[in-house]
C-alpha cells in the first residue's frame, strides 16, 4: 500500500467515525458544546481533556491490596505480652504532694454543722468553713417548716420542673425572690453551680460576643466555654479597660452582621473577695447596647440594708439587669440557685437552659426554706448588721498580722487572705500552696476551722482560661459566734501565720 492508498483509507475511516458518531443521540449537543467552549475559553477546554484521560485512566488502573507485604507475623502470646506491657494514659492527672497531705489531713464533721462542729477524732472546734452567715442552720423556725413540708410532700420531687416536677411551692418560691429583688419574674433551679453555666449558654450562642471579667468564678467560666460564643476579657474590675474592649468591639463589629452581646461579671467576686462596680457597668452597658448577666452568688443575702445584693448596696435599679442569677446554697443556707429577670427571659430558660429541662426539680422543703430565709431576711435586718460587726472585729486582729492581706470588701463574711510578697522575700519554702496549708492546720489545732481556696488547675495541654488565681485561704464570719469568740479566732488566726512564717528559714 502506497501513500495515496494509506490517505484514501483515512479519509474514509475518518468519515465513516463522523458518521456513526452523529447517529448517537446527542451528539449535535456534544460537538456544539465542544466548538463553544473551544473557542470562547480553550483553557478550559485543555483542563477539562485531561480530567477526562485522568478519570478513564484511574478506571483502567489494575487493582492493588491494602493491606502491607512484609509486615511481622505476632504469634498470640507475643500479642498477650505487648498488650501486658502497655500502660494508658490516665484520664487525669496524678495528685500534687499538697493535696495528698491535705486528703490525709482533711477534717471530717460529726453530726450537724454549725458555728462549733464536732471533729471524727472526737474535738469540737469553731467553724469558720461554712457559708453559715446568719446562722440559719440552727434556727428552730426554719428546722420545724421543713420537717412539715417534708412530711407534707416527701423528700424529692422525682421529675424535670417540666415534666410533673413543678410543685406549687415552687411556683411560690419563684414569685417570693422576684418581689424581695424588686424583679418581674424568676426561676429556680436545683442546683446553684449549674444555674449560671446553663443561663449562660442559653442565651448566647456560637457567633455571639461576651465580655468578661477575668476574675469571675469557675463556674461562669464553664457557662461561657459551653456557649461557644466569642470571649473578650477585660482587667479585674477596670472600668477603663471594659470601656476599651467595648470600643474596641464596636470597631472590629462595625461591618458585619448585628450579634447578641452580653456583659458577664460578679456581685462579690468569689476569686477576689472585692465588689463589682454596677453603676459603672451598668451606664457603659447601656451606651454600647449590651445586655448584663450578673452573678449575684455570694452577694445575694450578704450586701445591702436588708440582704437584696449589690443592687441595694450601691443603689442601683435592679431592673436595668437583664439577668440577675444568684445562689440559694450560701447565704440563704438553703439549695439551688435563680435567675431573676424579665418574663420573657424567664420563659426563654424554662425550655432552653440545660440544667432546668434535664435536672429534677429542687426538693419542696429547700423551695419553702427559702420562703421563709427571705422573710426573717426582710423582717430582722439586725442581722446583717450584726454580721458586720463580726467582720470587722475578725479583720481587725487580722490588720495586725504583717504576713497577710485581705483581699476581701469590707462588708464580705468571706475573708479571702493572700500572701504578701515582701513577707516571703527570702524565705524558702516548696510552694505557697504548702504555706498555707500548714497555716490552716496550725489554725485547726488551736480550734479555729478556717479552709485554703481550692482551685482547680489546667491539665497539661490544655489553654489557660479566665482568672490565673492566687493562693489563698478564707474564713467564714457567722453571727453564730460572739463577738469575743470572733476576735479571739482572729487573733489564733493572726498567731498561726506568724509560727508558721517563723519556721521558714531564711
Known amino acids: 500500500m502506497d501513500l495515496h492508498d494509506a490517505y484514501v483509507l483515512l479519509n474514509w475511516s475518518a468519515g465513516e467515525l463522523s458518521t456513526r458518531f452523529q447517529r448517537v443521540p446527542g451528539s449535535q449537543i456534544l460537538l456544539r458544546y465542544i466548538k463553544s467552549s473551544y473557542q470562547n475559553d480553550p483553557v478550559r477546554s485543555v483542563v477539562e481533556l485531561c480530567l477526562f484521560l485522568f478519570a478513564v485512566r484511574y478506571l483502567l488502573a489494575p487493582r492493588y491490596s491494602t493491606t502491607q507485604k512484609g509486615a511481622v507475623e505476632l504469634t498470640e502470646d507475643e500479642i498477650d505480652e505487648l498488650v501486658e506491657d502497655w500502660t494508658p494514659e490516665p484520664l487525669v492527672p ?50 420545724d417548716r421543713a420537717v412539715q413540708i417534708l412530711r407534707n410532700y416527701g423528700v424529692g420531687a422525682c421529675g424535670p420542673p417540666n415534666f410533673y416536677g413543678t410543685q406549687d411551692v415552687h411556683m411560690d418560691t419563684e414569685r417570693d425572690i422576684a418581689k424581695f ?7 429556680i433551679y436545683a442546683q446553684a453551680f449549674s444555674t449560671i453555666s446553663s443561663v449562660i449558654p442559653a442565651f448566647s450562642k456560637r ?31 477596670d472600668m477603663e479597660d471594659l470601656e476599651r474592649v467595648l470600643e474596641q468591639v464596636k470597631k472590629d463589629m462595625a461591618r458585619k452582621p448585628l450579634t447578641r452581646r452580653f456583659i458577664v461579671t460578679e456581685g462579690l467576686f468569689e476569686n477576689t473577695g472585692d465588689i463589682v462596680d454596677l453603676p459603672a457597668i451598668v451606664e457603659l452597658k447601656q451606651r454600647y447596647k449590651y445586655r448584663l448577666i450578673l452573678d449575684e452568688s455570694y452577694s445575694f443575702g450578704v450586701l445591702g440594708r436588708t440582704g437584696r445584693g449589690v443592687t441595694e448596696h450601691q443603689n442601683v435599679d ?17 439549695g439551688g440557685g435563680f435567675c431573676a429577670g424579665s418574663p420573657e ?43 458586720r460587726e463580726n467582720i470587722r472585729a475578725f479583720r481587725a486582729q487580722m490588720d495586725r498580722c504583717e504576713y497577710v492581706e485581705c483581699t476581701s470588701a469590707l462588708d464580705n463574711p468571706v475573708c479571702i487572705f493572700i500572701l504578701k510578697r ?15 496549708m500548714d497555716i ?36 467564714c464570719i457567722t453571727i453564730g459566734h460572739t463577738k469575743k469568740e470572733v476576735e479571739k479566732a482572729g487573733s489564733v488566726t493572726r498567731q498561726a501565720v506568724g509560727k508558721v512564717m517563723a519556721r521558714l528559714k531564711k
Request: glycine residues 8%.
Open 94 to 143: 496524678g495528685l500534687t504532694e499538697v493535696e495528698q497531705a491535705e486528703n490525709e489531713k482533711r477534717p471530717v464533721i460529726v453530726g450537724p454543722t454549725g458555728p462549733k462542729v464536732k471533729l471524727s477524732n472526737g474535738r469540737t472546734v469553731n467553724n469558720f468553713a461554712s457559708y453559715n452567715f446568719f446562722n440559719f442552720v440552727s434556727n428552730e423556725l426554719l428546722k
Open 181 to 187: 429583688l424588686g424583679m418581674p419574674a424568676c426561676i
Open 207 to 237: 457567633g455571639d460576643i461576651i465580655v468578661a471579667d477575668k476574675a469571675v468564678n469557675f463556674a461562669i467560666q464553664k457557662g461561657l466555654q459551653i456557649s461557644r460564643s466569642t470571649i473578650r476579657w477585660y482587667e479585674h474590675n
Open 318 to 334: 435592679p431592673q436595668s439587669v437583664e439577668m440577675l442569677v444568684g445562689s440559694l446554697a450560701h447565704g440563704i443556707c438553703s
Open 345 to 387: 427571659v424567664v420563659d426563654h430558660q424554662r425550655i432552653s437552659s440545660s440544667a432546668y429541662v434535664f435536672s429534677a426539680a429542687l426538693p419542696a422543703m429547700l423551695a419553702v426554706t427559702t420562703s421563709e430565709t427571705l422573710k426573717l431576711l426582710e423582717g430582722n435586718p439586725q442581722v446583717l448588721t450584726a454580721l
Open 422 to 436: 515582701d513577707g516571703l522575700e527570702g524565705r524558702i519554702f516548696d510552694s505557697e500552696e504548702k504555706v498555707l
Open 440 to 475: 490552716v492546720d496550725e489554725a485547726l489545732a488551736n480550734g479555729v476551722m478556717a479552709s485554703r481556696v481550692k482551685h482547680i488547675h489546667e491539665t497539661q495541654g490544655t489553654k489557660p482560661f479566665g482568672w490565673q488565681c492566687v493562693p489563698s485561704f478564707k474564713a
